[in-house]
C-alpha cells in the first residue's frame, strides 16, 4: 500500500511508537551486486522488526545512466544509485527538476563514518540540503589475466598493441571512460580528457579512438561479469568479475598505469515519487543507512570489490585488503583517481558522436 492516509500511522512510524503492521514496496534501480537477494531479505527482516512493516524490497539492476533519469522521472523506482557526475548534469537534472529528494541525515547515522571528503560534497548538494549518500567508489580500472600477461602493464598504451587486438573487453554504455583511457594513452593532460574541443579535431585521436572500439573482442554491459572477460587477456573494468574470476582459477589484478586512472563514487538518491510518502521515505533512509553500515560495506569489499565508504570497517577486513583498498587514508581517492568530471550538453553530446563514428 503506497498511499496512506491516516495520520496517527505515520506520527506511530516516523516517532518509533506503537506498531501497527502493513505492507510496502521499496523499488530500488542500482548496479548490480549493490542490493542482493542476501541483504534485501535481512533489510525486509529488520524493518519488520523495527516498524512492523511487511517491507518488499524490489531490485532492478541498471545497465546505462539514462535509465536513472527515465526510471525517476516515470516514477518507476524510488531509490537510485548513480555515479557523482550525474545528479547536477544538465542533461539529466535530477536535482535542479526536483526529481529527487533532500535526505534526513538525522535518519542516516552511519554517515557520519564515511570518507571526509564525501560528505555533503558540491555535486550532491544545494542550498545546503544533501540529495545523495555515497555507497561505493572506484576507477574504470586497466585490468588484466596474470596468467597471459606476467608482468603488470604500465600504460594505457597496451591496448593498442597488436597482439592484444581481438583479446580484450570494454564497457559498451560508458564511451565517455573509453575516450578518457585512449586521451590519456596519447598524452593528454587530466584536465583535457574531459574536454571535447580538445579531441573532435584531433585526426590522430579518432583513429586511436576507432582502433579501441574495433579491435574489442566484446563489450560489456552495466557491470564487468566474468564470461564477459574470461580467457581474454586484458579488460577495462569495475572489478565486480574479479571474485567469480577467482573462483574459476583465472586471477585478474588492476594495473596502476604511469597516466592515472578516470574514477567515480555512486550515491542512492531518493526519488521524488517518495515526496508525499513519509514512511517509505523514512524506509528508504533506513535502507541508505544500512547500505553503509559495516555488514554491506564488509560485503561490497569482499564479493564486487568495490572501494567502501565506511573508513571503520577496516578492522573488520584483511592486512591486505585494508592496504589495497586505502582504508588507512581518508584521501585516497583524491590522491588516486581522476575524478570524472559533470559534462556540459554539448560536451555529452560531442563524445557520443565520438564514439558513434569511432564504432562505425
Known amino acids: 500500500m503506497r498511499h496512506l492516509n491516516v495520520l496517527i500511522r505515520i506520527i506511530l512510524i516516523l516517532t518509533c511508537s506503537i506498531p501497527l503492521a502493513w505492507s510496502e514496496e ?3 534501480l542500482c548496479w548490480e551486486g549493490y542490493a542482493t537477494d542476501q541483504h534485501t531479505k535481512k533489510f525486509e ?25 527515465d526510471g525517476i522521472r516515470g516514477k518507476d523506482f524510488d531509490l537510485i544509485s548513480p555515479a557523482h557526475n550525474i545528479p547536477k548534469s544538465a542533461h539529466w537534472t535530477f536535482i535542479d527538476q526536483n526529481l529527487v529528494l533532500p535526505i534526513n541525515l538525522n535518519n542516516v547515522p552511519n554517515y557520519q563514518h564515511i570518507i571526509p571528503a564525501l560528505k555533503k560534497a558540491d555535486y550532491i548538494t544545494k542550498d545546503g540540503l544533501v540529495y545523495g549518500v555515497p555507497i561505493v567508489y572506484g576507477h574504470y580500472g586497466l585490468a588484466y589475466n596474470t596468467e597471459i600477461i606476467k608482468q603488470e602493464p604500465q600504460s594505457w598504451d597496451i591496448f593498442w598493441d597488436p597482439k592484444y587486438a581481438g583479446k ?17 594513452a596519447m598524452g593528454y593532460e587530466k584536465s583535457e580528457i574531459f574536454e571535447f574541443p580538445a579531441l573532435r579535431d584531433n585526426k590522430k585521436f579518432k583513429q586511436r579512438l576507432a582502433e579501441l572500439a574495433s579491435n574489442a573482442k566484446s563489450y560489456w554491459v552495466g557491470v564487468d561479469k566474468a564470461e564477459d572477460i574470461k580467457d581474454l587477456a586484458l579488460a577495462t573494468a569495475w572489478g565486480f568479475s574479479f571474485s567469480e574470476l577467482n573462483k574459476a582459477g583465472e586471477k585478474w589484478k588492476f594495473a596502476s598505469p604511469k597516466e592515472g586512472v578516470t574514477g567515480w563514487i555512486d550515491n542512492w538518491l531518493i526519488g521524488y515519487s517518495l515526496q508525499n510518502q513519509p514512511i517509505l521515505k523514512r524506509i528508504a533512509e533506513e535502507w541508505i543507512n544500512y547500505s553503509i553500515g559495516p555488514a554491506m560495506q564488509v560485503a561490497y569489499v569482499r564479493d564486487i570489490r568495490q572501494f567502501p565508504v565506511n573508513l571503520t570497517i577496516k578492522k573488520l577486513l584483511p592486512e591486505e585488503d585494508v592496504e589495497k583498498f586505502g582504508l588507512n587514508n581518508p584521501n585516497y581517492f583524491q590522491e588516486n583517481f581522476i575524478p570524472w568530471k559533470i559534462l556540459t550538453i554539448d560536451d555529452q553530446y560531442g563524445f557520443k558522436s565520438l564514439w558513434t563514428h569511432a564504432k562505425h
Open 26 to 28: 521499496l523499488r530500488i
Open 45 to 69: 527482516q529488520y524493518i519488520k522488526q523495527k516498524f512492523q512493516i511487511d517491507l518488499k524490497v524490489s531490485v532492478t539492476n541498471v545497465s546505462d545512466p539514462q535509465e536513472f533519469f
Open 168 to 184: 580484450y573487453a570494454i564497457s559498451a554504455d560508458y564511451h565517455e571512460a573509453n575516450i578518457y583511457i585512449t586521451a590519456l
